[in-house]
Nanobody, 119 residues
């Protein structure tokens, strides 16, 4: 059974930094893309950053230049370094892991971690 667990959320002042981590465990073949989504109160869940299996990062315009996504395939982890944070970054952040099984790609989600940025 695949399990995705996030950590690192919390409260930070505007301009500050936080680092989120995600660990994927379970008997899968390999990891494909990994991503961080976020959902603010009353809004839909949106992509913040994605990192492909070859290490190519992709960012939403709203976080470009401030957030950095990385992965460590040896440890089945992904991280999101968030700098120069803004109140509008406040949201629940979810890790998404796309797992490669023989003949299929399946998405798994973590439970989410709260990030709050105070002005």
């Amino acid at each position: 059974q695949v399990k995705v667990v996030e950590s690192g959320g919390g409260l930070v002042q505007a301009g500050g930094s936080l680092r989120l981590s995600c660990v994927v465990s379970g008997g899968f073949f390999s990891l494909d893309a990994m991503a961080w989504y976020r959902q603010a109160p009353g809004k839909q869940r949106d992509l913040a950053a994605r990192i492909l299996s070859d290490g190519t990062p992709l960012y939403a315009d709203s976080v470009k230049g401030r957030f950095t996504i990385s992965r460590d395939d040896a440890k089945n982890t992904a991280s999101l370094q968030m700098n120069n944070m803004r109140p509008e970054d406040t949201a629940v952040y979810y890790c998404n892991a796309r797992v490669r099984w023989i003949g299929a790609l399946v998405d798994y989600w973590g439970q989410g971690t709260q990030v709050t940025v105070s002005s």
